[in-house]
C-alpha cells in the first residue's frame, strides 16, 4: 500500500473549469478524498483551468457545440495540465467526456451518480405539456432540441448556450419561454428550487453519463490509481460502460443527437437507447436487458443493431 499521502506541504492537485458546477464537483471530489484518508483540506490544492469552452464571446454568441470543437472543447487544456504534470487529477462532469482519452490518461474513477433527469426550467409556465404553441425554447444540447422537435414539432427550439447562471440570466431577460437543465447540476448547486418539473425518462431519456462525475489521471499514477479506488462508486461504473459502449459504436462526438440510460436492478442491467435525426422527424429507439458484467457489450450490440436499423445516412447530415 502507498502511504505518500498528500500534505499541506505537497497538496494533491485537482484540476477544475472555473464554472460554480465544476466548482461543486471538484469539492465534492476532495470532500471525500479528504473523508476516504482522514486528511485535512489543506492537502488538496483546487486548480481553476480555462478551457476554450469557458470562452465569453462563444458562449454569448449561442453557437452550437458542433461548430466550436464539439467536447472537448471542455477539457483539452485541462488534459493538458495533467499530462506536463501540472494537476494530479481532473474533475469532470461526464456526459461532457469524449468517449476516448488521450494517450497517457484513464478515466476509471466515478462518484456517485446524481438524478438522471432533465429539469424543465421556466418563469411562466410549469411544465413542457402546458408551453403554449409557438412558445420559444432553448438549449445548447443537440439531444435535447431534436427530442423537443420530436415530441413538440410546434415549438420554435433556439442554441442557447452558457453555464447554469447564464442561461437563468438569460431566461430572465425573455430571451426564451423555457429551458432544460440537468436535474443533476441544478442539485449540486443547491438550485433545486428554479426547477418546475423533473422530466421523466420516459418522456425525455437523458444523455448518457449524465448526472455522473468522472476522476481523470495519469496512466502511470499509481498513487492516484489507489487513492481513487476508495472513493470509485462500482454501481456508476456499471452503468457508465454500457452507456459509454453505446455512445461510442455510434458517434460519440456531440454532432449526433444520443441519448442512453442504464439502471441497475439485482443482477440485471437495463439499457435504453435513443438516436434521432436534429430536426426531430424520425426517432429510433431500443430497450435490453442483460447481466451487469454484459454491460459494456450491449451497448456495443445496441449501438450496431440501431445503425443498422438506421440505414446508410441517417448520421450523414453532419458532414456536408
Known amino acids: 500500500m502507498t502511504t505518500n499521502r498528500p500534505t499541506p506541504a505537497q497538496p494533491l492537485r485537482i484540476g477544475t473549469r472555473g464554472s460554480p458546477l465544476a466548482l461543486a464537483q471538484a469539492h465534492e471530489t476532495r470532500h471525500r478524498l479528504m473523508a476516504a484518508f482522514d486528511l485535512p483540506e489543506a492537502a488538496f490544492e483546487i486548480v481553476v483551468i480555462k478551457t476554450m469552452g469557458d470562452d465569453r464571446a462563444l458562449i454569448d454568441a449561442d453557437k452550437p457545440l458542433k461548430d466550436l470543437g464539439g467536447k472537448g472543447l471542455f477539457t483539452r487544456e485541462i488534459e493538458d495540465d495533467m499530462l506536463s504534470g501540472k494537476i494530479d487529477i481532473a474533475v469532470h462532469s461526464m456526459k461532457d467526456m469524449p468517449v476516448l482519452q488521450p494517450a497517457g490518461l ?15 426550467v421556466s ?8 408551453l403554449p404553441h409557438g412558445a420559444c425554447v432553448g438549449s445548447s444540447s443537440l439531444r435535447r432540441r ?17 453555464n447554469v ?14 429551458t432544460f437543465l440537468a436535474m443533476a447540476g441544478l442539485r449540486r448547486l443547491g438550485m433545486d428550487a428554479v426547477v418546475r418539473a423533473a422530466i421523466a425518462t420516459e418522456e425525455m431519456l437523458p444523455a448518457v453519463a449524465q448526472g455522473a462525475i468522472g476522476i481523470e489521471r495519469r ?4 498513487r492516484m490509481a489507489e487513492m481513487l479506488e476508495a472513493i470509485h462508486d462500482i454501481p456508476t461504473g456499471q452503468r457508465l460502460a454500457a452507456e459509454r459502449a453505446f455512445l461510442a459504436g455510434l458517434d460519440g462526438s456531440c454532432q449526433t443527437p444520443i441519448a442512453g440510460l442504464a439502471e441497475i436492478a439485482g443482477g440485471s442491467l437495463r439499457l435504453r437507447g435513443e438516436i434521432l435525426r436534429p430536426d426531430g422527424s424520425e426517432v429510433l429507439i431500443d430497450d435490453r436487458h442483460a447481466p451487469i458484467a454484459d454491460g459494456a457489450e450491449l451497448g456495443a450490440e445496441m449501438a450496431r443493431d440501431l445503425r443498422e436499423r438506421a440505414g446508410p445516412g441517417f448520421f450523414d447530415w453532419h458532414t456536408g
Open 219 to 222: 496512466a502511470d499514477d499509481h
Open 165 to 178: 447562471q447564464t442561461r437563468m440570466k438569460k431566461l430572465d431577460d425573455g430571451v426564451v419561454d423555457a
Open 123 to 130: 418563469l411562466g409556465h410549469d411544465s413542457l405539456a402546458a
Open 106 to 120: 484513464v478515466l476509471d474513477c466515478y462518484l456517485p451518480r446524481e438524478d438522471v433527469r432533465d429539469a424543465f
Open 146 to 162: 431534436a427530442q423537443l422537435k420530436a415530441r413538440r414539432p410546434d415549438l420554435s427550439v433556439v442554441e442557447f448556450r452558457g
